[in-house]
């Protein structure tokens, strides 16, 4: 910065933040557990004990051929980094401390390196091979596509792994979440020897190896199952493979019902694995007996003679008031929230809507110094979804109806591709509370409002037979106008008032587009090949913060618990020029908010 400029600065006149540093406030959803703790348990799930503290978050442990040491993931310190300690807990280590996504560690049979996830080129899930002794990484793959949950074959010779390196990426059927289809492949550690080993088009995931080398156990399904069985709740089942490093034809591995996860082959020879979904959740043996339980079991790994096991439980327990987050721009503060959060025009106010044990759904309000209210509209069952204010902070706007009214597509495979999908229509209330009302009406999928800076009108999406595209609303007699006609989504008003900002299917992909109110001056901001959704504007107008897929899965699909693990929140300018990630984890995130900057404010954090 220059000293004119820092002079300016300093004393306060009004300068962009960008120019200035200040630090934006950005509100936004995270699917991702809000505690994880690494505990150890003998193999049938006796004498648990807790090797962390309570209060971060840890998961994805590994042991060490030895038995010494026990490798595992950490987000206690900011980014996501690998840490060691002993399996009493003691000798804590930082392995790596880089603002990249560190993750999935697989020791050498000699311990004295390791290989793992890193996102440090270019934000892609690439392996990675770190020297134990000096904590120095090197790469050992690379590219766009997403390479996970590696294993060092016993002989050293070999590092095998899954990769969606081979896909691109398609959505599911009936669905706009994107496939994960994976492959096993193998690596000499030097780089050399590139394979895949599995056969290409559905999903085989994370390779353990025999004792002899030779061969690997991966967990398989269709690709198309990964979206059901993402939550643990699905009533599937999947298989258990072994697939040998000549490329021969897989074997099945004699195993037990359910959707089996995370195999392991036990220095016995027996088959383990982590079990996930309606009818069972935990560690499960090949020869009926069971292990530690629970549905927030996650990544057990076992000691090296097969009597103990390391796992991690999950915790999610998600308040309204916003929690902090790392971010990858220290300009940017992150806060989680509830459901596509909305700031009000001063910054003092912020509005959710949230989904309650009792299945309803409720739309609050939340104020700097913590007080929250709910506001109460009339009983509808369904959901209230993507609150926005009025430019003076006496109303609110949003979308009412059945979930997948929301949704251009039906939720699941049985039901037929629908627009409308039982319709839904946009709602408004006064911020006290008052004044509840449903200003569209028909048999279209009317959401995602969103005020004009006058107040004066609003601009929705929807969707109907032979019927799609953006509408503006005038709020005095509720005349409407088409200003576009192709399948739009998620319109918001800039602050200006010149442009409005929305998301545009094109093929298979989902693209940020503005146009002028009058429908005219369409420009493209966007073109990645995924999902680009969930828009923000800056306060100022001059920026937009947007959720992306660009950079891919960073771990197999079915191990988040999020429907889309690949979101990231990215922020880039009005044009579309200087895209910048501000998040970078192997968690969903999605529909963020911008804070305008209240002058001695402080942010609003849950403790």
Known sequence: MSPFRGFLCAVGLVLPSAICGATDRVALVRIAPTEATLFVANADGTDERAITQPGSVNYNPAWSPKGDWIAFTSERDGSADLFRMHPDGSGLERLTDDPAFDDQAAFSPDEKQIVFVSTRAAGFANLWILDVATHKATPLTSGRGGDFRPAWSPDRKWIAFSSDRESDAPPGKGRWERLHLVDIFVIRPDGT????????????????????????????????????????????????????????????????????????????????????????????YADGSKGPSGSDIRFPSWSPDGKQVV????????????????????????????????????????????????????????????NQRILHTEHYPTLLLAPQWSPDSRQLVFGIGAFSAFLDFSIGEKKPFDPVNGGAQVGIINADGSGFRVITAGPNNNAFPSFSPDGKRIVYRTMGAGEQGLR???????????????????????????????????????????????GKDLTQLTDT???????????????????????????????????????????????????????DDQWEEGGPAWQPARPGAQALTAH
């Open 311 to 370: 796992y991690s439980r999950f915790s999610a327990k998600h308040p309204v008031a916003p929690v902090r987050l790392w971010s990858r721009n220290p300009n940017f503060d992150l806060y989680s929230t509830a459901w596509l959060p909305a700031y009000d025009p001063t910054g003092a106010y912020l509005a959710v809507t949230r989904s309650n044990p009792d299945e309803s759904i409720t739309l609050e309000i939340l104020d700097e110094e913590g």
């Open 193 to 284: 020897g590139l394979r895949r080993i599995s056969g290409h088009g559905g999903f085989c995931g994370t390779p353990k190896w025999l004792p002899d080398s030779t061969s690997v156990i991966a967990y398989c399904m269709s690709a198309q199952d990964t979206l059901s069985n993402r939550f643990g709740s699905g009533d599937g089942d999947d298989r258990l493979l072994k697939i040998d490093l000549a490329a021969g034809a897989p074997t099945p591995v004699p195993a037990g019902p359910g959707v089996k996860l995370a195999p392991s082959v036990l220095p016995s020879g027996a088959v383990a694995w982590l079990r996930r979904d309606k009818s069972a959740h935990g560690v499960f």
């Open 472 to 518: 503006i609303m005038n709020l005095d007699d509720r005349s409407t106008l088409q200003i576009t006609t192709e399948w739009d989504n998620f319109p918001i008003w800039s602050p200006k008032g010149d442009r409005i900002a929305f998301v545009r299917k094109t093929g298979e992909d989902f693209q940020v587009f503005t146009i002028r109110p009058d």
């Open 529 to 583: 090949h995924g999902i680009d959704a969930h828009l923000a504007w800056s306060p100022d107008g001059e920026r937009l913060l947007f959720t992306s897929s660009r950079k891919g899965f960073k771990d197999e699909a079915l191990y988040t618990g999020g429907p889309q693990p690949y979101g990231e929140i990215f922020v880039m300018n009005a044009d579309g020029t200087h895209v910048e990630q501000l998040t």
